[in-house]
């Protein structure tokens, strides 16, 4: 009798011991606030793995550069020692420079067009690039159309944007574009933004509606033109390794949370971009809200005819004719 209890316990103890081996834990990262368009990308991501691998993986959230700026988390994502991250496309041209044609200025007409590219045959092919670079790219995000933040003065035409400094993401295409309208630019990561703005180590920013929100950059900031300049993608990548080790149906639930994230995050791009405007002009901030694009398209011709030579102009004339 005693000897059956024996094995009874010992059995049970074996079986409390298997489930909690069987449970992975990874973690993810974004480098701005949970209560954001990237926050809820990776909330239902981890929600999503969670209940359709039953529980046996658990992804752990982390928010506002906890773990490091987004060229960080993306380098430890690369080295392994992170196995996820969710980020705008700012610094991945440092990783996987086939990225760099998407952040073009003036290459998307609308979120519908980015989004049909990026869903498209073209986004998909590029999601591909990234598997020589020690990534698996689960699938594409959004971050937004970029608009510009300054505490100096309000900007209606590219005139107005001349020797002003500006923080840029580290990312070689937006610092080429943004030297063309006479910006002096501060490449610097994400989370050291907020306290440069309010020690006036540089004038301003430029980022979408969600981001200027979740940042509370209505406080360090004056003056917000909708310029529209550059739309942001954002993606969610994993470790090549950790990838290759998911079973089958794993991996299918990995690719397919990553779907229904990014899903979340462009429901709340929309919500943000509709909400936006109001929301910052009734904490103080002064909106110029008609920009006349066609001007800061003119003030590109040099950089551009540079962007045609560099990714050739059929590749961008293709994104740019997607319906």
Same mark, same amino acid.
């Given at each position: 009798?005693?000897l059956?209890? #024996? ?5 049970l103890?074996?079986?409390?011991? &298997?489930?909690a ?7 993810i990262?974004?480098?701005?606030a ?7 990308? $990776? ?13 046996? +993986? ?8 906890s773990l ?6 993306? /380098? ?10 969710f980020?705008?496309?700012? %610094?991945?041209?440092?990783?996987? %420079?086939? &990225?760099?044609?998407?952040?073009? %200025?003036?290459?998307f007409?609308d ?17 591909g ?6 990534f =698996?790219?689960? &699938?594409?995000?959004?971050?937004g ?6 505490? =100096? ?7 107005d944007?001349?020797?002003? =400094?500006?923080?840029?993401m580290?990312?070689?295409?937006h610092?080429?574009? +943004? =030297?063309?309208?006479?910006?002096i630019?501060?490449?610097?990561a994400? %989370? /050291? ?7 006036g ?10 981001? $200027? ?12 033109? #909708?310029?529209?300049?550059? +739309?942001?993608?954002? $993606? ?7 990838f ?10 990995? #690719? ?5 994230g990014?899903? &979340? ?12 405007v109001?929301?910052?002009r ?6 110029? /809200?008609?920009?006349?694009k ?6 590109l011709t ?18 740019r004719n997607?319906?």
């Amino acid at each position: 009798m005693k000897l059956s209890k #024996l094995f009874l316990g010992l059995s049970l103890a074996m079986g409390l011991v &298997a489930t909690a081996a069987a449970q992975t834990t990874m973690k993810i990262s974004i480098s701005v606030a949970q209560n954001s368009h990237q926050g809820v990308a $990776i909330d239902t991501f981890a929600k999503e793995v969670e209940k359709r691998t039953g529980g046996r +993986y658990k992804i752990q959230t982390f928010y506002a550069g906890s773990l490091g700026g987004e060229r960080e988390s993306i /380098e430890a994502v690369q080295l392994g020692t992170q196995e996820l991250a969710f980020s705008s496309t700012g %610094p991945v041209p440092n990783f996987v %420079p086939e &990225a760099k044609i998407l952040d073009i %200025p003036f290459l998307f007409r609308d979120k519908a067009h980015a989004r049909a590219v990026l869903d498209g045959s073209i986004g998909q092919d590029m999601l591909g690039k990234f598997d020589s670079k020690g990534f =698996k790219a689960l &699938a594409w995000a959004e971050n937004g159309f970029r608009h510009m933040t300054n505490s =100096k003065r309000a900007v209606n035409s590219p005139d107005d944007l001349k020797g002003l =400094k500006m923080r840029t993401m580290e990312n070689p295409v937006h610092v080429a574009a +943004y =030297k063309g309208f006479g910006i002096i630019t501060t490449p610097m990561a994400f %989370p /050291e933004v907020f306290t440069a703005l309010q020690q006036g180590t540089v004038d301003g920013q430029e980022n979408p509606l969600s981001v $200027i929100m979740s940042a509370k950059f209505d406080q360090v900031q004056k003056h917000l033109s #909708l310029t529209g300049h550059v +739309y942001s993608p954002a $993606i969610f990548l994993m470790n090549k390794g950790a990838f290759e080790k998911l079973a089958a149906a794993d991996k299918q639930a990995f #690719l397919e949370a990553a779907k229904e994230g990014a899903k &979340a995050n462009r429901a709340r791009v929309d919500s943000d971009d509709a909400s936006g405007v109001a929301d910052l002009r009734s904490k103080g901030m002064n909106v110029v /809200e008609n920009v006349d694009k066609s001007k800061f398209v003119g003030a590109l011709t040099t950089v551009n005819a540079d962007f045609e030579k560099q990714f050739g102009k059929a590749n961008i004339d293709a994104i740019r004719n997607v319906k």
